[in-house]
């Protein structure tokens, strides 16, 4: 999947050629993590969690929360009930942090070992905050690279981030496969319904200022498809200024802040966009590296 020369994110970040090949996410599956108690410590370098009474909020240092709850690798004992798990990648609310946010019902414990293979990714959790909507857990990292401080702007690293959550998610909870488009080739059990990629691909670019457009995608999800969409927007010299990435079960829904030479994109770049995309979405070529 070669990567056209272009900006992506800032005028000032070249988008390479690369794939996103041999990322090794082949899940393993494991046994669920021991609960672990982590302690209230003050003035110290190790994790420490503290508690707000108020709204309920679990807020979480780097290094530290990585527990998994009792029952995160249970089905629901009531029923076979399966919740929507859910990752959404934010570069618009926060101008030095590249905020991820994901949910899986109540399902979810600390999140140790998804930290750990982001630090491993050459990523630091600079915060995090758990907070409790209902019966729905949402998760929050604010993640910046180790090597700059700075938050992630290249594409293949933002697609790496996307799958090494997903994979954590089959690893610890198995049962997500069911609704996730990689359970199809690593869970224990593949999504019943596949979506129809015609029906499920919808396109659209709407008006947001003199300076830039705003690019809507939905579609199928799939490994590499972030990566292949930058592609395809690079191919006809748009730039991306910033993205939100959010999959929701086996539906990719993406939005772009997008630009051509400085100016928001007139009508017939605006097709030829979406003309594009479209093509493209409704002809998936996955290559097996991509997994």
Do not use: W
Request: net charge negative.
């Amino acid at each position: 999947m070669a990567l056209a020369n272009t900006a992506f994110f800032s005028s000032s970040f070249a988008l390479r050629r690369s794939r996103v090949s041999g990322l090794g996410f082949v899940p393993q599956l494991s046994p669920c993590e021991p609960l672990t108690v982590l302690p209230v410590r003050y003035k110290c370098s190790e994790p420490a969690l503290a508690f707000s009474s108020k709204k309920n909020i679990l807020h979480a240092s780097t290094d530290g929360l990585n527990a998994v709850d009792s029952t995160s690798l249970k089905f629901d004992r009531d029923a076979d009930y399966v919740p929507m798990p859910i990752v959404l990648i934010d570069q618009d609310s926060d101008s030095d942090a590249t905020i991820v946010q994901l949910s899986f019902g109540d399902r979810l414990g600390a999140l140790i070992d998804t930290m750990k293979a982001l630090k491993d990714l050459g990523l630091d959790v600079s915060k995090g905050t758990v907070a409790t909507e209902g019966s729905v857990k949402q998760t929050k990292l604010f993640i910046t690279r180790l090597d700059t401080g700075r938050k992630v702007e290249d594409p293949d690293m933002l697609e790496r981030i996307r799958l090494t959550i997903i994979n954590n998610l089959l690893k610890y909870h198995p049962e997500s496969s069911a609704q996730l488009a990689m359970g199809e080739a690593f869970g224990i059990k593949a999504p019943e319904k596949k979506l129809d990629v015609d029906i499920a691909t919808h396109v659209q670019v709407k008006e947001d200022g003199p300076k830039r457009s705003l690019l809507y995608i939905e579609t199928a999800d799939r490994p590499g498809l972030l990566v292949e969409i930058i592609k395809v927007i690079a191919d006809i010299n748009i730039d991306v200024e910033s993205a939100e990435i959010d999959t929701e079960g086996l539906v990719a829904k993406d939005k772009f802040h997008v630009s051509y030479r400085g100016a928001a994109l007139n009508t017939s770049l605006s097709q030829v966009l979406v003309n594009c995309l479209r093509y493209y979405l409704r002809r998936p070529e996955t290559d097996i590296d991509s997994y």
